[in-house]
């Protein structure tokens, strides 16, 4: 069972950016397509973007202007940069995995907060 592990979350300023790390822990990239979630307190969970096996990516219509996903197969490693931070971007972000692109997502990391303050 492929294993999906994200990092680079924290804390951060209005107006500052972060790059979000998934790593799996098998060749997975150019097996699976990926995607990033993010759920804010008492919210539900959000699709962000996706990058697909042949390396489309797509995203949510709130995310095409500051944020970007990536993917490096060699690496078995996803990225999501995010610039301009807003207060709302604050949540718990998740990437995840599924087979094929007409597949529910089913593979999924444990998360990684991010905090965006004033």
């Known amino acids: 069972q492929v294993q999906l592990a994200e990092s680079g979350g924290g804390a951060v300023e209005v107006g500052g950016s972060l790059r979000l790390s998934c790593v799996a822990s098998?060749?997975?990239?150019?097996?699976?397509?990926m995607g990033w979630f993010r759920q804010a307190q008492g919210k539900g969970r959000t699709m962000i973007a996706q990058v697909y096996k042949d390396g489309r990516t797509a995203y949510a219509n709130f995310a095409k202007a500051r944020f970007s996903i990536s993917k490096v197969d060699a690496e078995n490693t996803m990225y999501l940069q995010i610039d301009n931070m807003i207060p709302e971007d604050t949540a718990i972000y998740t990437c995840?995995?599924?087979?094929?692109?007409?597949?529910?997502?089913?593979?999924w990391g444990q998360g990684t907060q991010v905090t965006v303050s004033t």
């Open positions: 995840a995995a599924r087979r094929a692109s007409n597949d529910a997502y089913s593979i």
């Open positions: 098998k060749n997975t990239y150019n097996s699976y397509s």
